[in-house]
């Protein structure tokens, strides 16, 4: 069947042998004539896992950034100009995509899961940092450190992670499937956002954030293998 397809494929377009062998040594014959059948069980299946893993990813986004990465520097004793510069910085970090070029195309599943997960585990780490007993200089060098690299490791691997699971969607629909994909994660995100800063008020009122802080290093941990 491939192979009539392909002899239709090539005499259509009026293509040269030698290029279309080249381009199947790069890519699968199913990429060429588009016969992947999307509306199958594993791409469905594949697409749901898609929207709740995007949908995790920004639950633990949400988390070390805006009023909750403030409530962490805040409690470093980092000044709020600081705190602007850190959060300016890590609001550019498409910057950081740029090496994903570099990424080995072969290894592109294995490279971002495991750099994906890294990073999530160094987010988690930020929560730590206020609890342990360095001294104050010692806290500030390591959430430095650890919140450039956990951005770093996210979104080096996030083109490539967007390219592997857009391949589930078709061309045509995935407009449509993106903008599902993102009211999800909004909705979702509004719910943990207020239910977290709940949580921190909460604490806050009777002095011990740092119960907040472990609370939000153990959902961050359990989201990452949730993810």
Do not use: C
Not at 18 to 33: G, K, T
């Amino acid at each position: 069947m491939h192979s009539q397809q392909l002899a239709e494929f090539i005499s259509r377009y009026n293509l040269h042998l030698p290029a279309v062998i080249s381009a199947v040594e790069e890519r699968s014959l199913n990429d060429i004539l588009n016969t992947y059948d999307y509306n199958s069980k594993e791409f469905r299946r594949g697409r749901i896992l898609y929207i709740s893993e995007a949908t995790l990813e920004y639950l633990i986004i949400l988390l070390v950034t805006g009023s909750f990465l403030a409530r962490l520097t805040s409690e470093l004793g980092f000044s709020d100009s600081l705190t602007g510069i850190i959060s300016s910085f890590l609001t550019a970090g498409t910057v950081f995509q740029l090496p994903s070029m570099l990424l080995s195309k072969q290894k592109v599943k294995h490279t971002t899961i495991s750099l994906g997960v890294l990073g999530q585990w160094i987010f988690m780490f930020l929560y730590w940092i206020p609890l342990m007993v360095f001294s104050l200089n010692v806290k500030k060098y390591l959430f430095i450190t650890a919140i450039f690299v956990s951005f770093f490791l996210y979104n080096i691997v996030r083109p490539g992670k967007v390219d592997w699971q857009m391949s589930l969607v078709e061309n045509e629909h995935r407009g449509q499937f993106t903008g599902g994909k993102e009211i999800v994660s909004l909705i979702f995100g509004i719910i943990f956002s207020f239910l977290m800063g709940y949580i921190f008020d909460y604490y806050n009122a009777y002095g011990r954030l740092d119960r907040a802080f472990f609370i939000s290093a153990l959902t961050i941990f359990i989201l990452s293998i949730l993810a």
